[in-house]
């Protein structure tokens, strides 16, 4: 089945710590995106790639990296620098690579939750 | 400043009314508008979108959603919900105008009564 996979669901980091969430996606997509989403807010955008060796910032950047060194992977690491990283963190992938406002859909992944302990 | 409102945090609906939420915009140029669907624990699912044409657009699960440029809004509406359309839905909304992204308004939460 075609589809987008985020590892692990549920993710637990000690303050000081870096830890990088997993995404993959074999719907040869040429776009992929990261947000987070927090209660009471809509999504916001934390990075995205259009093409394989690119990213842009998004809306949130700081306290994040990534990296898109194949087609199907894009992993985000939250860094120590990130200041309140407890949210729900969603992955999603779009066919072509107009980047977040194409008209392509967006489809997400189930989203690793991570707490802060 | 470009903003996407949701106005209602919850509504509860019996099962088998009929539904609408709500969903507004402050854009100044053509927007393209989404609906999407999240279920507990789980990521999103486009339920229709917008970019031209016919501004009354029909989605999945029975849903559609008429865009009203004069009231600058983009509401969902279903004739007659089912126990199974609980979750929370959002609305998200962006112009070519803007920069790179999209804007997501915070959700409501359905509820249903069965």
């Known amino acids: 089945d075609g589809g987008i996979t985020q590892s692990p669901k549920y993710l637990f980091r000690k303050e000081g710590q870096n830890v990088t969430l997993s995404c993959e996606q074999n719907l040869n997509h040429d776009a992929m995106y990261w947000y987070r989403q927090d209660p009471g807010q809509g999504l916001r955008l934390i990075y995205y790639s259009q093409i394989v060796n690119d990213f842009q910032k998004g809306d949130i950047a700081e306290g994040y990296s990534v990296s898109r060194e194949k087609k199907e992977s894009f992993p985000l690491t939250v860094t120590s620098a990130q200041k309140n990283p407890t949210a729900f963190y969603l992955c999603a992938s779009s066919g072509g690579a107009g980047g977040p406002l194409s008209t392509d859909t967006q489809y997400f992944g189930p989203g690793t939750r991570l707490t802060v302990l | 400043a470009q903003s996407v409102t949701q106005p209602d945090i919850h509504i509860t609906v019996s099962e088998g009314a009929s539904l609408e939420l709500r969903c507004n915009y402050s854009?100044?140029?053509?927007?393209?508008l989404f609906w999407y669907v999240q279920s507990p624990g789980q990521g999103l699912q486009l339920l229709l979108k917008?970019?031209?044409?016919d501004t009354l657009v029909q989605g999945i699960k029975g849903f559609e959603a008429e865009f009203k440029r004069s009231q600058s809004s983009f509401n969902l509406r279903k004739p007659s919900v089912h126990w199974s359309d609980a979750a929370e839905y959002f609305c998200?909304?962006?112009?070519?105008?803007?920069?790179?992204?999209?804007?997501w308004g915070a959700g409501t939460k359905l509820i249903i009564k069965p």
């Open positions: 854009y100044g140029a053509t927007p393209y």
């Open positions: 917008y970019f031209s044409g």
């Open positions: 998200a909304v962006g112009a070519v105008d803007s920069n790179y992204q999209l804007i």
